[in-house]
């Protein structure tokens, strides 16, 4: 099952209703049949250094399944309920995988992006009142394991800590120096500290207890978090299931191989790509810990791609700028297409990738609140370059302004208003932990308002123009950003551009762009404008 079209979309939803559809009822469940389809086949990779020839490390589905019920078990030993959470503050590794998703099982899964500063961390530590974390243990080169003791220590609820250690993928003489180059953990606290992988080998490769009955809360995921304390959005199984599915039937099957350098703390890599894996049997390739930040990753991708015979590119139009300021070095051919998010792609950017690449790329969009996917552009059909592409089977998009009093009126073809969602992923009601941040947050009690600003054309594809916060207004008129930052990146030696707008005594707001130009690239701001 694909999709050429938006009535294509319509066709599949037409068949039956979500609720009838032949599909797992929880995590656990999806887990299982994926391990008894294809038990020897691979399920995901990692190598701890981003060379096309270096060390290598993979799991079959089986081997993948049996490590996520030791590390459930692990996590029910240490008290962990089907109501408590389990903070996993580590970048990506196959532990962090395996954690994940038996934290999953068990309790509540919150991944936290470890380049939060501690106090940051320990707020969401606080905010989950998450009783276990697992983490790093001190290595070189990464503050991880000194960032999360400090947050432990402003969070007493936290009774156990469970560290990874990385020297484990390494091999002698660099296993050896590791011990005498950690950095020190300074910060003091009162939680028990404990080897991951030691304690979970201890338990048994099949669940000691029952799989929930039905659909619950089974993960938690915080929006942003960079200045102030970040908003933490709660993801049911049925969400994780639908974007499974959704992977499953529209993108991807077993034997497809999938390239994705992003983070686990991310919903584009643990629910639009883990669960689509885990629902269709392919395998997923993850390299280095910090992935496209990780050293030589962006230098080498290409040859990587061709090591793992990779068909789909996982990406961002960041990484696409940054790949396409390198040579493509590599053969290409098994590749299929690349699915880039979290982002509008610069039409240039586009054309430069696609030209250079031979790929074609589909451009998606999701967000956390609804548990990720959203949209995306047609495998099989027409890619209309700027778009987010189609609402994706049994979502409804609606585009809604405000209106006179309390109800919003939908906007008409064509016509920009805010992007309002509903759809398996959204949890009506409940979407953010804290109960005040759920205010006002939906139309008619279903439509999660998004706080995006976007179109839909005559043919049913969504277009992003921006958020409600970015517009600049400039003496009362409305000013799209995406519009000078399409205009800057046309220019040849501009990589990527950005515009913003300036308070302006005169007219409110000017806007302000900033630019990074090619390497090696040399422009005026006259020329540019």
């Known amino acids: 099952m694909s999709f050429a079209t938006r009535q294509d979309v319509l066709d599949i939803q037409n068949e039956m209703p979500w609720e009838e559809r032949d599909r797992p009822e ?42 996520v019920c030791q590390a459930a078990n692990l996590f029910r030993s240490l008290k962990v309920e089907e109501g408590d959470v389990v903070a996993l503050i580590l970048p990506n590794c196959l532990e962090t995988a395996t954690a994940m998703v038996g934290a999953m099982v068990a309790g509540i899964a919150s991944p936290i992006n470890p380049l939060l500063e501690p106090e940051n961390i320990g707020a969401i530590l606080r905010e989950t009142n998450a009783k276990v974390v697992v983490t790093l243990k001190s290595f070189p080169k990464t503050d991880i394991a000194q960032k999360t003791a400090e947050a432990v220590r402003h969070a007493r609820q936290v009774h156990t800590i469970l560290e990874i250690d990385l020297n484990t993928y390494l091999r002698p003489p660099k296993s050896w120096i590791v011990p005498f180059l ?3 953990v300074t910060g003091k606290h009162t939680a028990d500290v404990k080897d991951y992988v030691a304690e979970m080998r201890r338990q048994n490769k099949t669940l000691d207890f029952a799989d929930s009955k039905g659909d619950r809360v089974g993960a938690y995921f ?24 959704l992977g499953d039937q ?7 191989n999938i390239m994705c350098p992003l983070p686990l703390f991310h919903v584009f890599a643990t629910h639009v790509i883990l669960m689509a894996m885990i629902k269709s049997g392919a395998h ?77 790329v589909i451009e998606g969009y999701g967000l956390t609140e609804a548990t990720c996917l959203v949209a995306c552009n047609p495998p099989s059909g027409e890619k209309k370059v700027g778009s987010v592409g189609c609402p994706l089977p049994y979502t409804d998009v609606r585009i809604y302004n405000a209106g006179n009093g309390d109800d919003p009126e939908e ?42 600003l976007g179109r839909i054309d005559a043919d049913g594809y969504l277009w992003i123009t921006g958020r409600a916060k970015d517009l600049i207004i400039r003496g009362g008129h409305n000013i799209d950003p995406a519009e000078i930052e399409e205009a800057l990146m046309a220019h040849s030696e501009v990589a990527m551009a950005g515009a913003i707008g300036q308070p302006d005594a ?24």
């Open 26 to 67: 929880t995590l656990y469940q999806m887990l299982r049949n994926v391990a008894e389809a294809f038990p020897d086949r691979p399920a995901i990779s990692y190598q701890l250094f981003s060379g096309a020839t270096d060390p290598a490390q993979t799991l079959t589905w089986q081997q993948f399944h049996e490590q």
């Open 182 to 184: 950690r950095p020190k």
């Open 222 to 245: 915080h929006t942003g978090g960079t200045t102030g304390m970040p908003k933490v959005a709660q993801h049911r199984y049925s969400g994780m299931v639908y974007n499974g599915w």
């Open 250 to 256: 529209l993108l991807f099957s077993e034997e497809d």
């Open 284 to 360: 997923v390739v993850f390299p280095t810990p910090a992935g496209y930040r990780g050293e030589g990753v962006f230098d080498n991708f290409w040859k990587l791609c061709e090591r793992w015979k990779i068909t789909f590119v996982i990406t961002v139009p960041t990484a696409v700028s940054a790949l396409m300021q390198r040579k493509v070095d590599a053969d290409l051919s098994t590749v299929k297409n690349a699915f880039s998010g979290s982002a509008p792609m610069p039409l240039e950017l586009f054309k430069r990738f696609e030209g250079a690449t031979g790929m074609a």
């Open 411 to 452: 906007a008409a073809t064509d016509e920009v208003g805010e992007i309002c969602i509903s759809n398996p992923g959204v949890y009506p009601g409940h979407t953010y932990t804290d109960p005040t941040k759920n205010e006002k947050l939906y139309y008619y009690d279903k439509y999660l308002r998004t706080g995006d």
């Open 506 to 529: 005169y007219s409110g707001e000017i806007p302000c762009a900033y630019v990074e130009l090619v390497e090696g690239g040399s422009v005026t701001g006259e020329e540019l404008v």
